[in-house]
């Protein structure tokens, strides 16, 4: 079993839609969240963090993480073909290595 | 934010040569970088975690000998593919961390061997 499980799509969804992109984790350690977002070919960008449990807003986006359930999530509202990408979810342990344990990503696609 | 850079962003070898790529934090200093592999299609991968002044330290399954990490001052980290074959072509991407949420990610090299 691996570590961090990511759907890896492809998602399809018509502009304007909400998204919801999700990840399930099984080591309880884990304390830092994050969600990337790449684009092909390129490096990954962060979009959200979220620190333990808890919700946080950023504009269109939202990060859920649900510790108790061992899963996160992502929503994106009033979706646009720009943002048709490929969603990571990242997670790391509170110590010093900063090594981060990635899903496999979900392809999302945003039609006009 | 601060940046990372790789060179180059694209490299085609012939199977048994070695390749060299480069890693540089543009604004900041960085004692620890990482390196990931990334297939088509699939997740990043991290192959090493490369520190400054000392032996990069390798996930399981990386062979060391093979993927030669040098981290020789704090902006600049070095991955060398030697001895490459078709199975190495691979999207190779470094990243700096910076804050405990955040690491900076190069761009990525994008490694064809024929």
């Known amino acids: 079993q691996k570590e961090v499980e990511q759907d890896p799509g492809p998602l399809s969804v018509p502009e304007g839609a909400i998204v919801s992109l999700n990840c399930t984790y099984s080591n309880s350690a884990f304390q830092y969240f994050m969600w990337y977002r790449q684009y092909s070919r390129k490096g990954p960008e962060l979009l959200m963090y979220t620190y333990s449990s808890g919700n946080k807003e950023d504009g269109r986006f939202t990060a859920q993480v649900d510790k108790s359930s061992k899963y996160i999530s992502l929503f994106i509202r009033d979706s646009q073909p720009s943002d048709s990408a490929t969603y990571l979810c990242?997670?790391?342990?509170?110590?010093?290595?900063?090594?981060?344990?990635f899903g496999s990503g979900t392809r999302l696609l945003v039609r006009p | 934010g601060a940046v990372v850079s790789q060179h180059p962003s694209w490299v085609i070898c012939k199977s048994g040569t070695s390749v060299k790529i480069e890693c540089r934090s543009l604004?900041?200093?960085?004692?620890?970088m990482f390196w990931y592999r990334q297939f088509p299609k699939q997740s990043l991968m991290l192959m090493a975690t490369?520190?400054?002044?000392?032996?990069?330290?390798?996930e399981q399954g990386v062979e060391k000998d093979k993927f030669l990490i040098n981290h020789a001052s704090l902006t600049l980290s070095t991955l060398t593919v030697t001895s490459a074959h078709p199975e190495d072509s691979s999207f190779y991407i470094c990243s700096a961390p910076g804050t405990p949420y955040e690491q900076y990610f190069g761009p990525g090299t994008r490694l064809t061997v024929t």
């Open positions: 990242a997670m790391r342990l509170m110590d010093s290595s900063y090594k981060l344990i």
């Open positions: 604004d900041f200093q960085a004692t620890t």
């Open positions: 490369s520190n400054e002044g000392s032996k990069a330290t390798y």
